[in-house]
């Protein structure tokens, strides 16, 4: 069966019920966790915390419909398209943490934290009607309500701010109150300032690409930089920098794939750079201490203690072995230095083995870059957003974040030839 038989399949209209299902449960799980600060707080009060995750199970009803053929269209399964390979090398990683004694509460909570990447998968890029524009008026809200968030949160204390409550022996901080060197740290409606400042920054440039005038996209990446400096995530400044440089660089495709291509090495060799413990960078001043904190932690703890813990380094811990879920649901079989790779790469490393983790973030980085450059406004889109979320994760767990998580899985649908869109142009606004 060849490509062109399968990307037929799945070109599916506004009208088709389907899509807009799994548009829907996008939307609820984005404002859920946009908001996640907020609405934790006020649900606890009233002990509906369990209801905040039921967007996130509605998924993994969704993710058993293509074994129904419930995307099945003029008689091609959607088992028979390349993404459901990404079923199974889901799958085949379980086998894998099963295989290295890992806790089925750990596979199972990480099973969890992936729905946002399966609901990626389901979605179809739109042709440019009145859904599309509907998307990007409910990326333009989301955007306002990240950023005021922020601003707000930067000038008040949001009640929400360091507490806590406890769900099923648990105990879930609901947005962390922290700072440093006596800098605020404000996570607007979010639960940390760097998720704030990841909705900022995925937002912003979605809204960049789609924006027809100078002025507005000038307006939006001032407040959007401004924001995430405001949470002090320096990370996400730096990124949404480079992809702005990135964009500026249009008639120059060579000096533009050079620059994806050192950003991509550069977040794999960093990690691997500090095999031993208590390695810093030498600081001269107070200014360059409080730059360079973050970094200097992940490369005198995080990342060489990370590296270190890796027992398999060929297939990898398997699901459920590195990052959250470890940390909470490991029980016994737990590695505390597994817990947080800040680190997209090394934490994939740690998932899939040093040879697939490096192989899969790289192919993410070149597919990113692929959509980045495309003449379809939504594949640009995708891309430009995709090519921040990759150059942040030099220093965050992309696939821990719900925005980052569902971009991922509709890079990995978007480049595999499977959503051809009727017009070349999206709306713009």
Not at 85 to 102: A, D, K, P
Not at 249 to 258: G, Q, V, Y
Not at 390 to 398: E, K, L
Request: charged fraction near 10%; charge should be neutral; hydrophobic fraction near 50%.
């Amino acid at each position: 069966m060849s490509m062109q038989a399968l990307s037929e399949t799945t070109t599916f209209s506004s009208g088709d019920w389907k899509v807009r299902v799994v548009l829907l449960l996008g939307g609820l799980i984005l404002m859920t966790d946009a908001l996640g600060g907020a609405l934790r707080y006020y649900a606890s009060r009233h002990n509906l915390e369990i209801a905040l995750y039921l967007p996130k199970l509605l998924v993994v009803i969704a993710a058993f419909f293509p074994f129904a053929g419930f995307y099945s269209s003029n008689g091609y399964p959607f088992a028979n398209k390349p993404v459901f390979w990404v079923y199974y090398i889901l799958i085949f990683s379980i086998g894998i943490g099963i295989l290295h004694s890992v806790a089925y509460g750990a596979i199972a909570f990480m099973g969890l934290q992936l729905m946002p990447f399966v609901l990626g998968l389901l979605i179809t890029m739109p042709s440019g009607d009145t859904l599309t524009e509907n998307i990007i008026r409910f990326v333009f809200l989301l955007w306002i309500i990240t950023c005021v968030g922020i601003w707000v949160d930067y000038f008040i204390d949001f009640p929400w701010k360091g507490s806590l409550f406890e769900i099923y022996g648990s105990t879930i901080e609901l947005s962390r109150s922290w700072s440093t060197f006596g800098v605020e740290r404000p996570a607007g409606f979010t639960r940390i300032s760097a998720t704030a400042a990841f909705y900022a920054g995925i937002l912003g440039l979605l809204l960049l690409v789609f924006s027809r005038s100078s002025l507005a996209r000038v307006s939006i990446m001032l407040t959007t930089l401004a924001s995430m400096a405001v949470t002090t995530t320096k990370s996400a400044v730096a990124a949404t920098v480079v992809v702005l440089i990135f964009r500026i660089l249009r008639r120059a495709p060579k000096i533009r794939l050079s620059l994806v291509a050192a950003a991509m090495t550069a977040a794999v060799v960093l990690p691997l750079s500090y095999p031993k413990g208590n390695q810093e960078l030498p600081v001269d001043s107070d200014l360059s201490e409080q730059l360079f904190y973050s970094f200097n932690d992940r490369t005198a703890q995080t990342w060489p203690y990370f590296v270190a813990a890796i027992e398999h380094g060929i297939l990898g811990e398997g699901a459920g072995a590195v990052g959250t879920s470890n940390k909470i649901a490991g029980g016994a079989m737990s590695r505390i230095h597994l817990n947080v790779a800040d680190s997209f790469p090394l934490y994939l490393i740690g998932w899939f083995g040093f040879a697939g983790g490096i192989a899969i973030f790289l192919w993410l980085g070149y597919s990113a870059y692929g959509l980045a450059v495309s003449e379809n406004t939504w594949k640009e889109a995708i891309g430009t957003a995709g090519l921040f979320i990759m150059m942040v994760g030099i220093t965050i767990d992309v696939i821990e974040t719900v925005p980052g998580c569902i971009l991922l899985g509709i890079i990995v649908r978007g480049i595999s030839g499977m959503d051809p869109i009727e017009s070349s142009e999206a709306p713009v606004c």
